[in-house]
């Protein structure tokens, strides 16, 4: 059968947050680009961020300044952060959010006026530009809404609503294709009828969100298995950071269908507290000496801080994501846990019925829907949910250029940007921030290219015979494997991790691999989600073995890795980026060491040399 083709100088493959802010600059470029996604159009991980987006604007205190919101984004990452990402992030994200707000986003309002901002943990300052809870939605809503406003420009001026801009959604991509090392084009298929679809195209913007989905108790819904990170590395590109993994602190426990959707640090950012099981608020025990100095020892200067932030300290809850999740781990092992297996978040006595439905809507509506349980009235019960990937693809900080010529990334599939730890709100930013340059990155390649590569016959046949393969067969189940994968990931190379489980989990990985190429799917290719996900495996099976066999190597403990039998931060870990590169097929995973450029100099001096000392080895401090 005839594979359906088309050509465009950009695709972008996703349409969340990072791909819409992509394709919108790419087509501003003048660049004829296709916006790719596995669901529908408007359905991406973007369009459930409830905290935020990230940007030092100081409205609500004036204070705040990318200076200081750079600072608070590499403390967060522990200092492994691309420097010059959290640079660009914090010196753009206040820029890309006014941008939002002319094309129409309409978010919470100061008294004054202003955009308003929230707390959040790991921000010095009230930080993240908000709608209540639902400000990916509004963010998404903005971008999608911009996109149509081009294309009736493209309209008027070319007679053609998609003459430059064309949303193919539904739509999976399975492999890129190269010609001559470089990027030509992309071959996906259609989820309702299995047909296949080919992009001939020079440049590609991956921006296809993250891998929860290797995971059993995630945050993460159905189209989060890696792809993206997966067709980088297939293509020949590098992932780095793979074993940094955001356990979110707040998932839901109970009931056993709904454990790890997403409880918004919101509501920790808006004065609610947690207790075990013995009613204390016990991360007051769990301060690291590096944030010693930065956060209230008791809960009487904790409280006061919701309303006077000059003269005092900021509760302990709010703490970088990673110091909640451990925390709430222990107290739970410790056998201080709620009868579910989580701790109780309590936001019923602190602030009144009316105002947490205004301020928390959403999670007034999940937990009464999905739980029974009514916000304002009682303590919700909580645990460590997999929710982000801080490692992704490794890119050029200023383009967002992979090592793959013609390949880009942005958003949660990139890399670098936050180091060890993601902070809360800024992944929002990111994605517009990094979003554009990618965007810019990728029209300027295209620019620049003297000729199109052309795609080969030989190519489009071996994409196409990879993806029938397990219509061919009828072997395993994908859902087993699936379902083993999951368990594993969670169970041997989770939260806590030590060297003879995730040696564990890679042998079974190492099986997994081997039963995957037996995997089959009944059924044809009218929409068969049998054959979707057992060709999203081969991606979960790559990502996987990528952070297992990182977090093997990483011999200490920081951010959202943490090693029982390397407890602490080593400062000369710190210097060192894992970078994960594969074979064409997949078969071989190697990963290596590579030394970090150091920090600039003018960025360094905005930190006080007692700070770098908990950081930086002695060599770098002289
Ligand atoms: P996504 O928004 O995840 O979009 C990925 C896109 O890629 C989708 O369109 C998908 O269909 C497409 N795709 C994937 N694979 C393929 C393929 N093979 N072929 C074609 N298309 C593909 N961050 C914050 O900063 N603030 C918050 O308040 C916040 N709250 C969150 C709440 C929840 C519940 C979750 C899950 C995350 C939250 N985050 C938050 C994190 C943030 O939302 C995500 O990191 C971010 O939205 C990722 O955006 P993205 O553009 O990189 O990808």
């Not at 349409?15 to 596995?38: D, S």
């Not at 100081?58 to 919101?69: E, L």
């Not at 959707?261 to 000496?289: A, H, K, Q, W």
């Not at 407890?567 to 997949?586: F, H, I």
Request: charged share 25%.
């Amino acid at each position: 059968m005839e594979i359906e083709r088309h050509e465009y100088d950009v695709v972008v493959i996703g349409a969340g947050g990072a791909g819409l802010r992509a394709a919108i600059e790419a087509r501003q470029q003048g660049k004829r680009t296709a916006i790719v996604c596995k669901s529908l159009f408007g359905k991406a991980h973007t369009v459930m961020a409830e905290g935020g987006a990230a940007a030092a604007m100081g409205n609500v205190n004036p204070d705040d300044n990318w200076m200081v919101h750079f600072r608070d984004t590499m403390r967060g990452g522990k200092f492994l952060n691309n420097w010059r990402m959290a640079e660009l992030h914090a010196k753009e994200a206040p820029d890309r959010v006014w941008e939002l707000e002319a094309w129409g986003a309409l978010f919470d309002r100061t008294k004054d006026g202003k955009i308003s901002q929230r707390n959040f943990g790991g921000h010095e300052y009230p930080r993240l530009a908000h709608v209540g809870d639902r400000t990916g939605l509004e963010l998404i809503r903005t971008l999608q809404q911009r996109v149509v406003a081009l294309q009736q420009e493209d309209y008027e001026n070319h007679g053609d609503y998609e003459a430059y801009i064309k949303v193919f959604s539904e739509c999976t991509v399975t492999r890129l294709l190269k010609e001559n090392d470089a990027i030509a084009g992309a071959f996906g298929y259609w989820r309702e009828t299995g047909n296949f679809v080919l992009f001939d195209a020079p440049a590609v913007v991956l921006a296809t969100g993250g891998i929860g989905k290797s995971y059993v108790v995630t945050s993460n819904s159905w189209e989060y298995t890696g792809d993206g990170h997966a067709l980088a590395l297939l293509a020949g590109a590098k992932l780095i950071n793979m074993e940094f993994i955001q356990f979110h602190p707040t998932g839901m426990v109970w009931p056993p269908s709904v454990r790890g959707i997403l409880v918004t640090e919101s509501v920790r950012g808006d004065g609610g507290v947690l207790r075990n099981s013995l009613g204390e608020r016990f991360m007051f025990n769990y301060i690291p000496e590096v944030f010693k100095d930065k956060y209230a020892t008791t809960e009487e200067e904790g409280d006061r801080w919701y309303t006077d932030q000059a003269n005092n300290r900021r509760p302990p809850e709010l703490l970088p994501r990673d110091e909640v999740a451990r925390a709430i781990n222990s107290e739970v092992k410790a056998g201080r846990g709620s009868p579910q297996g989580g701790v109780f978040l309590d936001v019923s006595t602190r602030l009144p019925a009316a105002e947490i439905i205004k301020r928390l809507p959403s999670m007034h509506h999940q937990f009464k829907e999905l739980a029974d349980v009514d916000i304002t009235a009682e303590p919700m019960q909580v645990g460590p949910t997999c929710h982000y990937i801080m490692g992704g693809v490794e890119v050029d900080a200023d383009t967002g250029a992979a090592a793959v010529p013609g390949l880009f990334a942005a958003g949660e599939v990139s890399g670098g940007m936050h180091g060890s730890n993601r902070l809360g709100g800024n992944s929002l930013s990111d994605l517009l921030v990094f979003g554009r340059r990618a965007g810019a990155g990728a029209s300027a390649y295209v620019d620049s290219l003297p000729a199109r590569p052309a795609v080969s016959q030989e190519s489009v046949d071996s994409a196409r015979a990879e993806a029938l393969a397990p219509l061919e067969r009828s072997g395993e189940n994908p859902y087993e494997v699936h379902a083993e994968l999951q368990r594993t990931m969670n169970d041997l190379v989770g939260i806590i991790r030590r060297a003879e489980e995730i040696s564990e989990a890679l042998e079974v990985v190492e099986k997994l691999k081997e039963r995957v190429h037996l995997v089959g799917a009944a059924g044809g290719r009218v929409y068969n989600p049998g054959w979707h996900l057992a060709l999203d495996l081969r991606n979960m099976l790559l990502v996987s073995e990528c952070v297992a066999k990182a977090a093997l190597l990483r011999e200490e403990s920081r951010g959202g890795h943490t090693r029982d039998d390397f407890p602490g931060m080593n400062p000369e870990w710190r210097r060192k980026l894992l970078v994960c590169s594969a074979t064409a097929d997949g078969s071989a995973v190697t990963v290596e060491e590579k030394i970090q450029p150091a920090m600039r100099e003018d960025l360094l001096n905005l930190f006080e040399v007692s700070e770098l000392k908990k950081y930086l080895t002695d060599e770098e401090l002289s």
